[in-house]
């Protein structure tokens, strides 16, 4: 039988958050932009090869399978608000009772495809609407767990990139999405997909001309 506890995880932050406007208590709030999204790969260090996945009965499947770790439905990932510049974790507001994030916190394992590595299978945690109530810059924590039996063990952590909360006064707008979420969309992922963000405002900008020239010659008229 597989020893779980000799599994070598890697995890890497395939996209990084890089904003977010602040929300509030109410149902108006933004998500995280870009949505983060984390690489899991999974290695016995004896075999160099990923290991079968972990069965509630404790019975592996085929350990043949080099892709089998991808089959586990027992992985999840828990993300949390951390400072920028060390690895304190920010859980709750000033009142002592408000969470600084809204939102999902959790994400379950997903197998997909990758389409920036030749559409190869990988497995990503994905966290489309997670959201910050701090202003400032941020990291988040992201921590992989396993459910084995009936137990639920840790098994590594990672921090993302900082990345700034906006006021809403303040906040640029949201992003394009980008290539690796609209491929993720594509494949049932819940992502929000915004195109043409920036050529959008371009119509509502040359809109301004004619209402002038409809105002002026109303002017002339009326003299």
Do not use: W
């Not at 890497?12 to 509030?24: I, L, S």
């Not at 983060?36 to 972990?54: H, S, W």
């Not at 993720?184 to 900008?205: M, N, S, V």
């Amino acid at each position: 039988m597989f020893n779980h506890l000799h599994r070598e995880y890697e995890l890497t932050v395939r996209q990084e958050p890089k904003q977010a406007r602040m929300c509030g208590v109410g149902a108006d709030r933004r998500p995280i932009d870009p949505p983060p999204i984390i690489q899991l790969r999974v290695n016995d260090p004896q075999t160099r090869q990923p290991p079968p996945p972990a069965h509630l009965d404790g019975d592996d499947s085929d350990p043949s399978s080099a892709h089998s770790f991808l089959q586990n439905p027992y992985y999840f990932m828990f993300a949390t608000l951390a400072k920028p510049d060390d690895d304190t974790e920010l859980h709750l507001l000033k009142d002592g009772k408000t969470r600084c994030t809204t939102g999902s916190v959790v994400s379950s394992f997903h197998h997909l495809k990758d389409a920036e590595h030749q559409n190869e299978d990988a497995g990503f945690f994905v966290f489309p609407d997670l959201s910050v109530r701090i202003e400032g810059s941020h990291r988040l924590k992201l921590s992989l767990f396993e459910v084995i039996g009936d137990t639920v063990r840790h098994c590594k952590s990672i921090y993302s990139a900082p990345f700034f909360v906006y006021t809403a006064k303040k906040f640029p707008g949201m992003e394009e999405s980008t290539p690796l979420s609209c491929s993720l969309a594509t494949q049932g992922i819940k992502i929000r997909i915004r195109k043409d963000i920036r050529t959008r405002k371009r119509p509502i900008a040359a809109l301004a001309a004619p209402i002038d020239t409809v105002n002026n010659n109303n002017e002339e008229n009326e003299k």
